[in-house]
């Protein structure tokens, strides 16, 4: 009979990332031998010998991620000693100075100072961050993307004129340094309006800003529904201009058809329905031009089990099916609600890199909170560019302060 441990584990492991778990894991040995308490050891020499032990290990996976950018770039992956530690690992675009960064974090949480807890997955996920932030800011960044809800304001709410995140972007745009939204909310109607109500702090600010010329003004885009609806800031107009679909989509993306678009949606929707009834919810089907979702009816709530169930089963039916392979799908829980797009942020990301002239991924970083391996549309963002995994609007301010500072 499996133990609770290893049933919880294959029911969950959609739920971890396998590179900061490998290194909590490294960072648990120091913890256990070195943050000691009530030893001999003061507890001032505990601390230093903690932070000086976790500074060591970081080191090392420096060193691990030079050598399999290095096997990237000859071809020779399967040699990466790191890679063959965590087999899920994704791309490396550029080397990442963590010990610089543990430094910087553990003055900010106290790391190497308890005694009682060890290294979290978000203290980890913390040093991650600015390391690559810190990587960035010095090797010539030329492109930030954000998701919308959790990221740049509360879920389901809109960025405010009072928001403390709006200076910060107006700062990158005065940087030259262009700001991408990559949110999955889906509008198809070309005036732009709704993405302006969501947005609107954000693009008055841009407009009635004095500290940015018009061509800064006009490095602020919004890339609606993952990868399917474009738009910029015009200075003419001032409002969002709505870009054509010819005028970006990538050379895969055209060979899409709307009748393998319409099924895509037509196999989600069935799949929701039946779900519905089988788990008995309170919940309504809404159905977009490339996008389906189940939410919750007025007074009613979709719990997490609930909405994990669907997005796993959504994707393995799209998964299966020879007209979804055709194309790129993401199936997403929302936090409250479960959507079904057509395309995935990787498309919307390197869409707009195509767009401003071949801007590379070790140029790029993408701001999101949702990295989990299913069921998290900033995921796959991953292929294409750097990345910082942020928790709340308050951790993507702290991310593009140290940015704009480093700089």
Request: charged content about 30%; glycine content about 6%.
């Amino acid at each position: 009979m499996s133990s609770r441990y290893r049933v919880e584990y294959a029911l969950k492991s959609h739920r971890r990332d396998a590179f900061i778990e490998w290194i909590k894991t490294l960072l648990a040995v120091p913890f256990v031998l070195h943050a000691v308490h009530g030893s001999t050891i003061t507890g001032e020499e505990s601390g230093k010998e903690s932070r000086k032990r976790y500074a060591e290990i970081f080191s090392d996976i420096e060193r691990l991620i030079n050598d399999d950018i290095q096997a990237q770039k000859d071809g020779k992956l399967e040699l990466s000693r790191l890679r063959q530690l965590v087999p899920e690992l994704g791309l490396m675009f550029t080397p990442l100075p963590l010990e610089e960064a543990f430094y910087i974090e553990d003055k900010r949480r106290s790391i190497s100072e308890r005694r009682y807890v060890s290294p979290s997955f978000n203290d980890v996920r913390s040093i991650l961050v600015t390391a690559q932030v810190l990587e960035l800011a010095k090797s010539g960044l030329k492109l930030v993307t954000f998701d919308g809800d959790v990221t740049l304001y509360d879920d389901g709410e809109c960025i405010a004129a009072d928001s403390p995140l709006i200076g910060k972007l107006i700062g990158l745009l005065e940087n030259n340094i262009h700001v991408g939204i990559v949110t999955a909310a889906g509008y198809s109607e070309k005036s732009g309006k709704k993405y302006y109500i969501r947005l609107k702090g954000l693009i008055d600010a841009v407009r009635e800003t004095e500290r940015l010329t018009v061509a800064q003004k006009e490095m602020l885009y919004i890339m609606g529904g993952e990868s399917n609806f474009l738009f910029k800031y015009d200075t003419e107009s001032q409002r969002l201009k709505y870009i054509r679909h010819e005028d970006w989509l990538l050379p895969e993306m055209q060979s899409w058809t709307a009748e393998d678009m319409e099924k895509v949606l037509d196999i989600s929707e069935q799949c929701l329905s039946d779900l519905s009834e089988k788990l008995q919810l309170s919940a309504e089907i809404i159905r977009k031009e490339r996008a389906i979702g189940i939410v919750a009816k007025s007074g009613s709530k979709l719990i997490r089990e609930q909405l994990e169930e669907i997005v796993l089963s959504v994707q393995k039916k799209l998964e299966n099916d020879e007209v979804a392979q055709r194309l790129k799908f993401c199936a997403f829980n929302g936090g409250s609600d479960v959507w079904v797009d057509v395309g995935d942020k990787s498309l919307g990301v390197n869409s707009l890199q195509r767009f401003l002239g071949g801007i590379k991924p070790q140029e790029t970083l993408h701001v999101g909170d949702q990295f989990l391996s299913v069921g998290a549309n900033d995921f796959k963002a991953r292929l294409v560019s750097c990345t910082a995994w942020i928790a709340s609007p308050s951790e993507t301010e702290q991310c593009i302060s140290d940015l704009l500072e480093w700089i």
